[in-house]
């Protein structure tokens, strides 16, 4: 039994080797075409299944920053598309594709990099960020672009991309500004939100693995009608369309649907809010199961606690006598028949 297993052991020891020896091999050919430059060819390599993109090649070149080097947005934008981490590093330097894109002062393709997943504050070996490396006016105002909205800041427009099977066996992805087609999903279109306990949690970008407490403009819209007619509204950006909108997961687009026309007023303030009010803020109140009692959770923080936080200790509370509303607060036991400002909303769902 015991040469068995050693011999089955070195069977699967020589076997990754053999896989490896073939994906370098196919990396040297991959960073070869990159250097010449020659798009087609190229793409078709990417297109092999045994094709690993983030392979370095026999002498530790990783494709994706090689690619960067040649300042050619094509080559870059086709391996993102195919895979390539925006966030790979050097083997030898440490140095990500955006720290080469940045010291080479290339807007075009750091912008890229920066829509797949960079990360700006990486550290190469040396110790050095990318963030570091501004040789530009235009470099400094990605930097601050990401610094306000993470890599959703360089997102495209919500209603850019629509999902198309035109004279195709797959699903593929057509922007209507560029006329551009791609298979895989574009960034905008990649965010899921995470829910718990019914309640909305965090939404996270399949893509770029970015995390909000706040929904993404590609997410922001609600169905209306208006004047007999049916329009989609993005809430986020105040743009409408008559095109149902292809970037909302399928589980979230039916909550639209299910409510249209749905906005709160606020008889207090005046205000409009297009979110359930619930929500407006970071905390959320979950019950965990072991203990048998509830806890609240910040969205915004990642926090756990016990104690109800303040914001969350009015509720509003039917009076059995006399059948109308009241508000209580759970930490001070106060009462009153007037809504606090948070909770003077008003639901809407008729027409517009």
């Not at 925006?86 to 829509?115: C, E, W, Y």
């Not at 601050?144 to 991309?161: H, K, L, R």
Request: charged share 25%.
């Amino acid at each position: 039994m015991a040469k068995l297993a050693l011999c089955l052991a070195l069977v699967a020891l020589l076997s990754c080797a053999a896989v490896a020896k073939v994906n370098v091999n196919l990396t040297d050919k991959l960073v070869d075409l990159i250097k010449k430059k020659t798009l087609e060819p190229f793409v078709e390599e990417l297109q092999r299944e045994d094709m690993d993109v983030n392979q370095p090649d026999s002498k530790g070149r990783l494709p994706l920053i090689e690619a960067v080097r040649t300042k050619e947005v094509k080559l870059v934008d086709a391996l993102l598309q195919y895979g390539a981490l925006a966030k790979s590093k050097d083997p030898a330097t440490g140095a990500s594709p955006l720290h080469v894109a940045f010291q080479q002062n290339l807007p075009q393709i750091a912008r890229m990099l920066l829509q797949y997943g960079a990360d700006i504050n990486v550290e190469d070996k040396a110790g050095k960020k990318a963030r570091e490396f501004a040789p530009s006016k235009d470099i400094r105002d990605l930097i601050v672009a990401y610094d306000a909205d993470g890599a959703m800041a360089f997102e495209d427009a919500p209603g850019t991309w629509t999902k198309q099977n035109k004279d195709a066996k797959e699903d593929y992805w057509f922007n209507s500004k560029t006329g551009e087609s791609r298979w895989n999903l574009p960034p905008s279109c990649a965010w899921q939100r995470v829910d718990s306990q019914g309640h909305p949690i965090k939404y996270v970008n399949a893509v770029t693995g970015q995390e909000v407490a706040t929904v993404p403009p590609s997410l922001a819209w609600s169905k209306l009608r208006a004047e007999g007619k049916e329009i989609w509204y993005n809430w986020r950006l105040n743009v409408s369309q008559f095109e149902k909108p292809q970037e909302v997961p399928a589980a979230m687009m039916a909550e639209i649907e299910k409510n249209m026309n749905v906005r709160w007023h606020n008889e207090k303030t005046g205000e409009f809010s297009w979110i359930d009010p619930a929500y407006r803020t970071p905390w959320r109140e979950l019950h965990d199961d072991e203990h048998k009692k509830p806890y609240w959770f910040n969205v915004e923080t990642g926090e756990s606690v016990w104690d109800m936080p303040e914001a969350m200790a009015w509720t509003k509370v039917k009076d059995d006598g006399s059948g109308q509303h009241y508000f209580f607060n759970r930490l001070t036991s106060d009462s009153t028949w007037e809504a606090p400002q948070h909770l003077a909303w008003v639901r809407h769902d008729s027409d517009l």
